[in-house]
Nanobody, 119 residues
Framework: QVQLVESGGGLVQAGGSLRLSCAAS????????MGWYRQAPRKQRELVAR???????NYADSVKGRFTISRDNAKNTVYLQMNSLKPEDTAVYYC?????????????WGQGTRVTVSS
């Protein structure tokens, strides 16, 4: 069982920055992927960024060059540095962790943290 707690959301003006954090606890496997997803009103939840336990990353095209995902294994924490924020980035951001062992996959979600970017 894994628990995820997000923090760092808030209100920011366009062009500003925020840093989201997600602290994980529980049964975290050696091989895993952590990521950030977001969901805006009346839209589907979408992937923002992911990072594997090996350090490989991928980003949504809409955030490339502006957002950076990183992780600190000692703290079991993943971060999302968001720069040059746009009103279109407004959403609830959810932390995700996927444990991997053989062919098994177990996925966990945080409760979300709200990001509002004003124009």
């Amino acid at each position: 069982q894994v628990q995820l707690v997000e923090s760092g959301g808030g209100l920011v003006q366009a062009g500003g920055s925020l840093r989201l954090s997600c602290a994980a606890s529980g049964s975290i496997f050696t091989i895993n992927t952590m990521g950030w997803y977001r969901q805006a009103p009346r839209k589907q939840r979408e992937l923002v960024a992911r990072i594997t336990s090996g350090g490989s990353t991928n980003y949504a095209d809409s955030v490339k060059g502006r957002f950076t995902i990183s992780r600190d294994n000692a703290k079991n924490t993943v971060y999302l540095q968001m720069n040059s924020l746009k009103p279109e980035d407004t959403a609830v951001y959810y932390c995700n962790l996927e444990n991997v062992r053989g062919n098994a996959r177990n996925t966990y979600w945080g409760q979300g943290t709200r990001v509002t970017v004003s124009s």
